[in-house]
């Protein structure tokens, strides 16, 4: 099968499935998971799916589903991909934030609402797990971003080598959920202060 046919048959499936994990479109066309990672990224680029951590889900032409693509759904910032939070909720629906300061926040008071949740590895650009991640506040390095910054790390091993280098402190996933909003309550910190 040639990679259009491939990504013919991907829109299909995903059109009637709505979202899909990456192995089961491996399994499915009987290609490698590398080969559908290839043959998904002009359908990314087109805005007909969007990627999800480990799968894919269709995304929707109707505006009320999405919140605008480059601006927080929390600060209204623009969006910088390298420090984006994705929140996925019910039907299908995504809001990102600018960071993971914004993208803790709205996750607080989202709840349950949310079903996943994902950022990026601030050192590996990789796409991670945001409650599986370790998240570094109070270091000295700024990234023009949102007070307090919050730095996301896949692992605690680099989070923590990070600190030694340039300081802060490591927090796990509700740790760090509760740590950014008692700073923004105790603080008086605002989002758009950097």
């Avoid at 990679?3 to 009987?30: C, F, Y």
């Amino acid at each position: 099968m040639l990679p259009v046919e491939r990504q013919n048959r991907i829109k299909d499936l995903i059109k009637k499935k709505a979202n899909m994990k990456i192995s089961e479109l491996s399994t499915e066309l009987g290609v490698s998971e590398m080969t559908i990672h290839r043959d998904l990224k002009p359908l990314i680029e087109e805005g007909i799916i969007i990627k999800t951590f480990g799968g894919i889900m269709l995304a929707k032409e109707d505006p009320i589903e999405f919140t605008r693509s480059d601006e927080c759904v929390f600060c209204s910032r623009s969006i910088n991909e390298r420090l984006a939070y994705r929140l996925i909720l019910s039907e299908s629906k995504i809001e990102m934030t600018c960071c993971a300061h914004c993208g803790l926040l709205r996750h607080r008071l989202l709840g349950d609402n949310v079903i996943q949740a994902i950022s990026q590895d601030f050192l590996r650009q990789t796409t991670i797990s945001a409650p599986l991640a370790w998240y570094v506040m109070d270091t000295s390095i700024h990234i023009g971003c949102c007070q307090p910054q919050v730095l996301v790390f896949e692992w605690q091993e680099h989070a923590e080598k990070f600190v030694q280098g340039f300081g802060g402190k490591v927090y796990q996933f509700h740790e760090a959920m509760e740590a950014v909003f008692e700073k923004m309550n105790g603080n008086n910190h605002n989002c758009n202060e950097t």
